[in-house]
């Protein structure tokens, strides 16, 4: 565990009270007819906000996610500055690895780091069972307090890595564009690969469910990595554990918002093995296209503007945030980009693209 730093403890005051209690975003989830659709941002809370940056500077990454109190004040951070639907925990895939026995680092210029990386049977043995309760106490905490900040017009999400995304930096030891250790495990001992993610797929979803326990009123799971299998090998190896994951999340009530970035191909497929509230789109495919997948499924979804969409001007960010509204129009739809806010987006930039959607109304919107 990472050495916790002093601090003074921040006050975290409950928010103005919205004129609603029940969130725009649960009822678009529900795909019921909303006024416009719900907006937040996956990486909302991160370094290119100058608040985020004056917290980083008295704690390092680990110790902000472990430290409630931090994690706290930064979750909140783009609900005080942008008033967006939804706050999402603050925290990190890789806390489940952490929590099963690997040693988790951030480094600088390389990013996260488990050392001693799955590479056999007996180290998937070695593996501890997780109890979320007593080895992610700390995550539970901070939902709670989020969740007693926010107001009730304001949903909270909770999240986890999917069990192939967790697989593919325990048995890397990082990230990667190839991932090709990973994806040799799967080749050469395909037995060990399964026996791993079926470790996970039970780790992700007790999670998750203790996270709605904790408050989370809706959980995403992350497969960030989807896109670096081929379609064989994400038939066996990602996608029965995504759904194991998901369906076990599902049992929580809460709705479950399923986002395998780069994987739009298989989206039809994740829709019928995980059965989710929502699927999230990234840039790669064309809002039209999304929005037509949801309804023949008859799911939400959620996206997906490109976040480098973001460096333009505000009237670029605006016209292109329009663009995306236009083509994902219907039911259930959350605003979001296609991935993470990049580091170094303009905050102004956020915000154009978080009031435009706030702004939205079909009917009133000429066409450009």
Not at 36 to 64: K, S
Not at 207 to 234: H, M, N, R, T, Y
Not at 271 to 283: C, I, K, S, V
Request: contains cysteine; hydrophobic residues 50%; charged residues 20%.
């Amino acid at each position: 565990m990472t050495t916790l730093v002093a601090y003074e403890p921040f006050v975290h005051a409950p928010l103005a009270v919205a004129p609603t209690a029940e969130p725009l975003l649960l009822r678009a989830l529900r795909r019921e007819p909303v006024e416009r659709p719900p907006v937040w941002l996956m990486r909302q809370a991160g370094r290119y906000l100058p608040e985020f940056r004056a917290v980083r500077a008295r704690a390092d990454f680990l110790t902000m996610v472990r430290t409630p109190d931090l994690a706290v004040e930064v979750t909140l951070q783009p609900v005080r500055r942008y008033g967006v639907d939804a706050a999402i925990v603050f925290s990190d895939i890789l806390v489940i690895p952490d929590a099963m026995g690997m040693r988790l680092t951030v480094e600088e210029s390389v990013g996260p780091v488990l050392h001693d990386p799955v590479r056999s049977m007996a180290d998937v043995r070695r593996l501890l069972p997780v109890d979320p309760a007593a080895d992610l106490a700390y995550h539970l905490t901070t939902l709670r307090e989020t969740r007693r900040a926010l107001d009730p017009g304001t949903a909270l999400i909770g999240f986890a890595g999917a069990p192939w995304t967790l697989a593919a930096y325990m048995l890397e030891g990082s990230g990667g564009r190839q991932f090709a250790v990973a994806k040799r495990m799967l080749t050469e001992r395909p037995d060990v690969a399964h026996a791993l993610l079926a470790r996970l797929a039970d780790a992700v979803g007790d999670f998750l469910v203790a996270q709605v326990a904790a408050g989370a009123q809706a959980v995403q799971l992350f497969d960030s990595w989807a896109g670096a299998l081929g379609p064989d090998d994400f038939a066996r190896f990602a996608l029965p554990y995504l759904a194991r994951a998901a369906r076990r999340a599902a049992e929580a009530g809460a709705p479950v918002i399923v986002f395998a970035p780069g994987a739009w191909m298989h989206a039809e497929a994740i829709a019928a093995a995980t059965q989710p509230a929502a699927l999230g789109a990234d840039w790669h495919v064309r809002p039209d296209e999304a929005r037509r997948l949801a309804d023949r499924m008859r799911v939400a979804v959620q996206g997906n503007l490109d976040p480098c969409h973001l460096y333009g001007d505000a009237a670029t960010v605006r016209r292109r945030t329009r663009a995306m509204l236009r083509g994902l129009h219907g039911a259930g739809h959350v605003a979001n980009l296609g991935h993470g806010v990049l580091p170094d987006t303009p905050v102004e930039n956020v915000g154009a693209f978080i009031e435009t959607v706030q702004q939205w109304r079909a009917d009133a919107c000429e066409e450009e």
